[in-house]
């Protein structure tokens, strides 16, 4: 048989066939020595895990004003010391000062059910477990008839969100149906939220302002379902009200609380929401240096957002980019002792309120500002970076692909660069340098299902990350930063010529806001 006559073959004539087969060798690509070690080290030596165990798994989420936020920049300062990087607690204002405690939800008749959900940040206590009613929003048509029917509300829970006919995302949707019946399920779900929308708009309210008139009129507590689109999947922002708890309720369970209570079962819940409101709270940025040994007053910036909403760990947004960040700032001190210019690592607070910390951080340093190199942001998800915008800045190409060319080819040829590019206006916090002239660049990666699934959401954990793809980042991030800190060259802040808009009106460079430096009439 050919099997046994291919192993009974002598050995000599095996392996001249063998080595016939074989492809040439390809030539090993060359790195600068110091690039090299910084993909060895990666590669061998990460650190990403256990930095992702202890930041996610031990502190968890990082909402501004928590202790767990104050944790968070005491932890990343402690950890870039323990490398013999400065690094120290820069405050930039306060915050409402609020922990988490537990939530506890039970449909208590017409049936026993425990309910999935959360009490949403910053919500009041319960003090003591609440149980009332559950009620929808009424049929009308007028603020004069809903304000009629306010009253009504006292002493019940009332349901403030949209109901949800199918809680299926529209990707499964569209996989199984007939393309007929996925277009007509989507003009339905498309005239769902539409009429929703129409309707509050109709009763002379808001987002901000139907909560607070709910609490007015005595509610016991307010419920939404923020759902994403993807199956068990909402958001978690920040309640609307003072006295009375606000919750998310998981679709599934919204939508059977919603169903009753519109045929009239009149269904009850309890709820036990504890939490603690807490003095007003310092908000820090985490700022490490490794000064530099030619050009001191020159920098190159890492830079990251530290605080998180608290729906879950905040693990894609952002610990992946603070993890990046942390990793990146390690290896450069271990393998590159002789930096030019200074490298500075910000981990920003309150970001999420509004680039908080990093518009913080450039308003109150100018010294610094006029000496940046470069600073390069990460923010959008656990992937590989994949693209680089040149921020609107007319020279980006000439350093930015400089720059670039040094990493390793596996690293450098997922990405897409767009130069001069357009200057972000916010989203993130390489924003805030680049509205005040600065060069800012964010490091955009593939995104792995993030705004759908992860981005502020309940399933934000650390399991969502890949680890694979955050070593490449680190290799990246390393890379620039080097080479940025090597350039000869200052690199050029010449703005681009801005293009016209529909109107043919010129589109305007970012104005430089200024942070809000406490949680007064934030909404």
Known sequence: MKINTFFTMPAVVLAAQFSWAQAPAKPQEKLNPVIENFVNEVNNNSQLENLAYE?????????????????????????????????????????KGWQRGTTHVDMTYPRIKSLSATQLAWSPSTKKAVEAEVVVLPKVSSKAEFDKWLPSVKGKIVLMAQ????????????????????????AEKDKASKDFKDYVNSIGYDNN?????????????????????????????????????????????????????????????????????????????????????????????????????????????????????????????????????????????SEEQGLNGSRGFV???????????????????????????????????DYIGRWLNAAPKSVRDNIKTDFPGMPGGG?????????????????????????????????????????DEIKNNVILTATLAYMASEDPEFTSRERRVMPQDDKGETVKWPEAKEPRRDSKDFK
């Open 55 to 95: 930041l996610l798994d031990g502190i968890g989420p990082r909402l501004v004003g928590t202790p767990e936020m104050l944790a968070a920049n005491e932890w990343t300062a402690n950890k870039l010391r323990s490398w013999d990087i400065d690094a120290n607690l820069q405050q930039f204002g306060t915050w």
């Open 427 to 467: 989203g993130s916090d390489h924003a805030s340098f680049v509205a005040a002239g600065v060069p800012g660049f964010s490091l955009g990666s593939l995104n792995w299902g993030y705004f759908g699934y992860t981005w502020h959401t309940t399933k934000d954990t650390y399991d969502k990350i890949v680890f």
């Open 163 to 186: 109901y949800q006919k199918i809680g299926r995302s529209d990707e499964q949707i569209k996989e199984f149906a007939t393309p007929e019946l996925y277009e007509k399920l989507k």
């Open 363 to 397: 308003a109150d340093h100018p010294e610094i500002m006029k000496g940046v190199q470069a600073a390069f942001n990460q923010d959008n998800g656990t992937g590989r970076v994949v693209n680089i915008s040149g921020q609107g800045f007319v020279k980006s190409y």
């Open 209 to 349: 302002t139907l909560p607070e008139a709910l609490e007015k009129a005595g509610a016991a507590g307010i419920a939404i379902s923020n759902w994403t689109g993807i199956m068990g999947a909402n958001r978690i922002f920040g309640a609307k009200t003072t006295k009375i708890p606000m919750l998310d309720i998981d679709v599934e369970d919204y939508g059977m609380l919603f169903r009753m209570a519109e045929k009239g079962a009149k269904p009850k819940i309890k709820v036990e929401a504890q939490s603690k409101i807490l003095p007003e709270a310092k908000t820090f940025n985490t700022i490490g240096m490794i000064k530099g040994k030619e050009k001191p007053d020159e920098y190159v910036i890492l830079s990251a957002h530290l605080d998180s909403w608290d729906g879950a760990q905040g693990a894609t947004d952002n610990g992946t980019g603070v993890l990046t960040m942390l990793e990146t700032m390690r290896i450069l001190k271990k393998y590159y002792p002789n930096n030019k210019r200074t490298i500075l690592v910000g981990l920003w607070g």
